[in-house]
Structures are given as structure tokens and as C-alpha cells.
């Protein structure tokens, strides 16, 4: 059993991580970003980061932490990975419900109300933002897939985008039923779950 010191209220998923050939386990939640050794539960460090209601899931690449404070005070954090520092902080694009994604060389990104987001995960510098379409909401995570990123809107509607320096949409996939839940990838198929129905999507 850790101890996690004070902290208030998150919905994110915790993530095991190797950091100098040791595994170390990530868990962030409302106003901390912590790291624990899974073994012994000891907490190896604690960075501030304010922000209650912490739901996006941190992201580990290119040798930095990837974290969006959630509501209150939101904000994207890139954290050295040994916890010995906040690298950089933005403001513009950060999502409060869907986690970020990381497709090489650029950190990816949808904010409730539908604005995207690539990053350059070095600097935070804004790559490009554009807005995936009129009255659509997002509570989904983007995925990327053979090749592609996936943005699910919560009126079932996927817009499919290709990764990279330019903003390009190469489809978009109505279901015409309400879907919050993140899709899920298996064996060539994206698998979605709307209000009703389960889709399992791919050659059959």
C-alpha cells in the first residue's frame, strides 16, 4: 500500500512505465502527477498539477509524460520522465475528457467540443487545430490504427484523419447512435460501443 499524499478526485487509468531499467508505476490524479514503485508501493516522486476531476490518461513517449490537468485549471503538461521537472505547459487544445494520443513524430489531441490538436511533443509548439465539425461533443480518446487516427463523437460519428503536419480528413463514419465510450482495436476490427448497440466494424 502507497501513500499518495493529498490529491483530489480522478478518473484516469494508471500506467506501468520503465524509467533507467526499472519499472515504476504512473498514476495521476486531481492536482498531482505521482510516480510509485509498483513493488513496494514507495511514492519516488510528486509534481503539482492543479486541476480536480483529472479524467484524460497520461501518455509516456519520447521520453517525457504527457498529462491534461482535466477541469478547473486545464492545462497539457509535458514531465520529464524522471519526475525532475515540468518540460513545458499549453493551454490552446487541451482536451478535459479524452486522453491524448502519441503517432511519431506528434502528440494528438480533442477537446470536448471537437477541436483538434497536434503538438510537437519537444516544445508544445501548435502544429495545426482544426475543428472536426459543427455541434459535435467528445468523450471518446482518439485511437490510431493501421495508419489512421480515429476521432468518435458522441453522435457516433467518426471522423478519420491521417497523422502528421497537415490537417486532412479522409472519412467520415456516421453510426447515428449516442456513443461516449473510447473504440477499441483487435485483429483488423474497431470495435464501438453506442448507447444500444455494439459494432464491430472491419472484413468480415
Same mark, same amino acid.
Given at each position: 500500500?502507497?501513500?499518495?499524499?493529498?490529491?483530489?478526485?480522478?478518473?484516469?487509468?494508471?500506467? #506501468?512505465?520503465?524509467?533507467?531499467?526499472?519499472?515504476?508505476?504512473?498514476?495521476? +490524479?486531481?492536482?498531482?502527477?505521482?510516480?510509485?514503485?509498483?513493488?513496494?508501493?514507495?511514492?519516488?516522486?510528486? #509534481? +503539482?498539477?492543479?486541476?480536480?476531476?483529472?479524467?484524460?490518461?497520461?501518455? #509516456?513517449?519520447?521520453?517525457?509524460?504527457?498529462?491534461?490537468?482535466?477541469?478547473?485549471?486545464?492545462?497539457?503538461?509535458?514531465?520529464?520522465?524522471?519526475?525532475?521537472?515540468?518540460?513545458?505547459?499549453?493551454?490552446?487544445?487541451?482536451?478535459?475528457?479524452?486522453?491524448?494520443?502519441h503517432v511519431?513524430?506528434?502528440?494528438?489531441?480533442?477537446?470536448?467540443?471537437?477541436?483538434?490538436?497536434?503538438?510537437?511533443?519537444?516544445?508544445?509548439?501548435?502544429?495545426?487545430?482544426?475543428?472536426?465539425?459543427?455541434?459535435?461533443?467528445?468523450?471518446?480518446?482518439?485511437?490510431?490504427?493501421?495508419?489512421?487516427?480515429?476521432?468518435?463523437?458522441?453522435?457516433?460519428?467518426?471522423?478519420?484523419?491521417?497523422?502528421?503536419?497537415?490537417?486532412?480528413?479522409l472519412a467520415?463514419?456516421?453510426l447515428g447512435?449516442?456513443?461516449?465510450?473510447?473504440?477499441?482495436?483487435?485483429?483488423?476490427?474497431?470495435? #464501438?460501443?453506442?448507447?444500444?448497440?455494439?459494432?464491430?466494424?472491419?472484413?468480415?
Amino acid at each position: 500500500t502507497g501513500k499518495r499524499g493529498p490529491s483530489r478526485i480522478a478518473h484516469t487509468t494508471p500506467l #506501468i512505465y520503465t524509467e533507467g531499467g526499472v519499472e515504476r508505476l504512473l498514476s495521476v +490524479a486531481g492536482d498531482v502527477v505521482q510516480s510509485f514503485d509498483p513493488k513496494s508501493g514507495e511514492r519516488l516522486w510528486s #509534481i +503539482a498539477a492543479q486541476g480536480e476531476g483529472t479524467v484524460p490518461s497520461p501518455v #509516456i513517449a519520447d521520453g517525457m509524460i504527457f498529462t491534461s490537468s482535466g477541469y478547473e485549471k486545464t492545462l497539457l503538461r509535458a514531465v520529464k520522465l524522471d519526475g525532475k521537472g515540468i518540460v513545458w505547459e499549453q493551454k490552446k487544445g487541451t482536451p478535459t475528457q479524452p486522453s491524448l494520443l502519441h503517432v511519431k513524430p506528434y502528440l494528438y489531441g480533442v477537446t470536448d467540443n471537437g477541436v483538434a490538436t497536434c503538438w510537437q511533443p519537444a516544445t508544445g509548439e501548435l502544429v495545426w487545430q482544426e475543428r472536426l465539425g459543427e455541434k459535435q461533443t467528445y468523450s471518446a480518446s482518439p485511437v490510431y490504427a493501421d495508419g489512421r487516427i480515429y476521432l468518435l463523437s458522441e453522435k457516433g460519428e467518426t471522423v478519420v484523419i491521417a497523422p502528421g503536419a497537415e490537417f486532412k480528413v479522409l472519412a467520415r463514419n456516421p453510426l447515428g447512435e449516442k456513443c461516449q465510450a473510447s473504440m477499441a482495436v483487435s485483429r483488423g476490427r474497431l470495435y #464501438i460501443r453506442t448507447e444500444k448497440t455494439l459494432f464491430a466494424i472491419g472484413a468480415k
